[in-house]
């Protein structure tokens, strides 16, 4: 099964953009997964190929037009999930990602201007997704982050099969650190206990980091686990 990816955008000469490179890239010439970027403005019903309109009770900017972006999502919705960049949206996180990757692909629709009329999301079964707390230009770039997110899961993409297993967020912690060559760099050295060749330690030093990186970096996640209890490992130490 290829994932197949369709985005709506008013710009998709900004596609594949990043997607072509390295491992999406890679795995896109592959045909491990397709991609498809659809100009909404295609679907505008006027002859200026209109796409947006002025905000319902004032304000500045314009609102992209609902039945311009209902008739651009009817025309690819075949039961791939559809989503909606917008700020507004439930923060996509590790999980959400996994799920999306494990299905058949996505339907990703870029908003701009002020965003979308809000009766999509009541007329069409769209889920409004953000990458984050701040705003963008328009959603192109949200959309980037999402499809690569998701394909770099796919099979064989990232090639060793528990590459992803250790990674930021997927056990709800911060991946712990990581050290390489040289050894001694400006009078830094690495951890001795990740030259000790003891694996039980390593993994309880690692899993001890991880404990502390979320707790001074992300709060949020830290308490969301119910803090360390319960979560280290035989012989982790929690560091205060």
């Not at 409004?128 to 770039?141: K, Q, T, W």
Request: hydrophobic share 40%; with cysteine; net charge negative.
């Amino acid at each position: 099964m290829t994932f197949r990816a369709t985005v709506l955008t008013l710009y998709p000469e900004m596609f594949p953009g990043p997607l072509g490179t390295s491992l999406a890239g890679r795995a896109l010439g592959e045909v491990r997964w397709s991609l498809e970027a659809r100009n909404i403005r295609d679907h505008a019903i006027d002859k200026h190929r209109t796409v947006d309109s002025t905000p319902a009770g004032g304000g500045a900017g314009m609102v992209l037009r609902c039945d311009v972006l209902a008739a651009a999502l009817d025309a690819v919705a075949d039961g791939r999930p559809m989503l909606a960049m917008t700020p507004r949206g439930a923060p996509l996180t590790q999980a959400r990602v996994r799920a999306l990757a494990s299905g058949e692909g996505a339907i990703v629709l870029c908003g701009r201007f002020e965003g979308y009329d809000e009766r999509i999301f009541e007329a069409r079964d769209v889920e409004p997704v953000s990458i984050g707390d701040y705003v963008l230009s328009g959603g192109e770039l949200g959309a980037m982050v999402l499809l690569d997110a998701c394909v770099r899961l796919l099979p064989g993409v990232m090639g060793a099969p528990d590459s992803g297993k250790e990674e930021s967020f997927e056990s709800g912690l911060l991946e712990y650190p990581h050290y390489t060559r040289p050894v001694d760099w400006e009078g830094r050295t690495i951890p001795e206990v990740l030259r000790s060749g003891d694996h039980a330690k390593i993994a309880a030093w690692r899993h001890s980091m991880a404990l502390r990186d979320t707790r001074l970096r992300r709060p949020d996640l830290f308490e969301r686990r119910g803090g360390a209890q319960g979560s280290s490992p035989s012989g982790a130490q929690r560091e205060d």
